[in-house]
């Protein structure tokens, strides 16, 4: 059996206990870094916090723009209440100024997909609506005629009800109408006062009627 040896030597010792004190002090030093790194990153979270909420109350306070083309009349399931010299019983869509200068609607847009196609249909330039006057969209779907009209959107409309954008050239969201089902024949149109309600009276580019 072979014995072993265990020589003591007192420097050892010394050896010892310098390791945990200097460890010690290491860690501390991590511990300030991870600590003041953290302080600085909860300040920057609430620095954006601040920033946000500026932001926010501010778009609040500051006027809406004015002078937007707006929906006025929406028609998804055409069949005898409005037939187009060409393209027959398409559903349609109005685009009304509600303000008192004229709306130049070169690079202006419309969609119902806004989140894969802001800009399903662009309005040619050149465009310009009057104060007061309508102007209408077909719905064709795209057929030989209507692929040279500049007035058809390439698209139709879903009858069961889908939600339309009307975009700026700067893709900032002009008017948004949620529409709902509709039966054959009726549209959907705007009132004096703003809303929207269901009318068996279409009036494509003329004002709306109720009864």
């Known amino acids: 059996m072979e014995t072993v040896f265990f020589v003591y030597n007192a420097d050892m010792e010394n050896n010892f206990e310098n390791i945990p004190e200097s460890l010690s002090l290491e860690n501390e030093f991590h511990r300030e870094r991870i600590g003041l790194t953290r302080k600085r990153a909860y300040i920057l979270i609430a620095v954006l916090i601040v920033a946000v909420a500026g932001v926010t109350a501010l778009a609040l306070l500051l006027p809406k723009p004015t002078g937007l083309p707006k929906f006025s009349e929406v028609m998804t399931s055409n069949h005898e209440a409005y037939v187009h010299p060409v393209y027959g019983s398409v559903d ?10 004229d709306i130049d609607l070169s690079g202006y847009g419309f969609t119902n997909d806004v989140k894969h196609h802001m800009f399903r249909y662009r309005f040619p330039d050149g465009t310009i609506l009057k104060p007061g006057a309508y102007l209408v969209l077909y719905c064709t779907g795209g057929t030989d005629q209507s692929d040279n009209d500049p007035f058809c959107t390439g698209f139709k409309l879903d009858a069961d009800g889908e939600t339309l954008f009307l975009v700026t050239p700067t893709q900032v969201e002009a008017d948004e109408l949620v529409v709902p089902a509709l039966e054959p024949d009726t549209s959907y149109a705007r009132r004096d ?9 279409s009036t494509p580019g003329e004002g709306n009627r109720f009864e």
């Open 193 to 201: 006062d703003g809303s929207f309600a269901v009318t068996a009276f």
């Open 92 to 101: 349609w869509i109005e685009i009304y100024n509600p303000s008192e200068k």
